[in-house]
Nanobody
C-alpha cells in the first residue's frame, strides 16, 4: 500500500533554514509527480510546491517562490523541501502528497514552527 512518511520538521528562528523529507513506498515513485502541502492552524491546506516525476519541472506557491526548493531522489524514493529565509507565517504542518489512480495519498505530516 502507498505509504508516505515525512520527517525533518522542528523549531527554527525567523530567517533560518530547514529541510523536510518524505520517504515513499508502495508505488512506482519515479512515475508520479509529488507535492508538498501545508496547513496552518485555522486555515485550509494549501499547495506549496510540486515536482514532475523525473524532477525536470517544479512549481511553487507565490508565497514561497525564491525561498523554498522542492527536489526528489528517484533512487531513494524520497522527495525533499528545502526551506530558506523562513518566516513566522511559514509555521504549519507540512504534508507530502501523491495523486494516484484518482486518489490522493497523504503522509502524517511534520510540524514546522518558525519563532524566535
Amino acid at each position: 500500500q502507498v505509504q508516505l512518511v515525512e520527517s525533518g520538521g522542528g523549531l527554527v528562528q525567523p530567517g533560518g533554514s530547514l529541510r523536510v523529507s518524505c520517504a515513499a513506498s508502495g508505488f512506482s515513485f519515479s512515475s508520479y509527480p509529488m507535492n508538498w502541502y501545508r496547513q496552518a492552524p485555522g486555515k485550509e491546506r494549501e499547495l506549496v510546491a510540486a515536482i514532475t516525476s523525473a524532477g525536470g519541472s517544479t512549481n511553487y506557491a507565490d508565497s514561497v517562490k525564491g525561498r523554498f526548493t522542492i527536489s526528489r531522489d528517484n533512487v531513494k524514493n524520497t522527495v525533499y523541501l528545502q526551506m530558506n529565509s523562513l518566516k513566522p507565517e511559514d509555521t504549519a504542518v507540512y504534508y507530502c502528497n501523491v495523486r494516484r489512480n484518482s486518489r490522493n495519498y497523504w503522509g502524517q505530516g511534520t510540524q514546522v514552527t518558525v519563532s524566535s
